[in-house]
Nanobody, 112 residues
Framework: QVQLVESGGGLVQPGGSLRLSCVAS????????MSWYRQAPGTGRDLVAS????????RYADSVKGRFTISRDNAKNTVYLQMSMLKPDDTAIYYC?????WGQGTQVTVSS
């Protein structure tokens, strides 16, 4: 069965960095585009970034452009989200997604 397991969240000060990882299993990872979403308390789940199956194309939400980078390693069945210049507004649960499937999420808290 499809499994997506995120890691790398935590508490970080404003201006800091974190790298999230998502290890996928149960499907041919290299054949699928992957995405990161986030959900802040009391809000819906919003797309943060996505990457094509080969990693040749990416797209980002306007709110994270220039600060976040999505990448993938198809040999390791892993997709990453490098987050820099973090702001308190980035506080959310971050979810890895393949179309129709979600991970359990990892909490990112940006606070001094």
């Amino acid at each position: 069965q499809v499994q997506l397991v995120e890691s790398g969240g935590g508490l970080v000060q404003p201006g800091g960095s974190l790298r999230l990882s998502c290890v996928a299993s149960g499907f041919t990872f290299s054949a699928y585009a992957m995405s990161w979403y986030r959900q802040a308390p009391g809000t819906g789940r919003d797309l943060v970034a996505s990457i094509t199956s080969a990693g040749s194309s990416t797209r980002y939400a306007d709110s994270v452009k220039g600060r976040f980078t999505i990448s993938r390693d198809n040999a390791k069945n892993t997709v990453y989200l490098q987050m820099s210049m973090l702001k308190p507004d980035d506080t959310a649960i971050y979810y890895c997604s393949r179309f129709g499937y979600w991970g359990q999420g990892t909490q990112v808290t940006v606070s001094s």
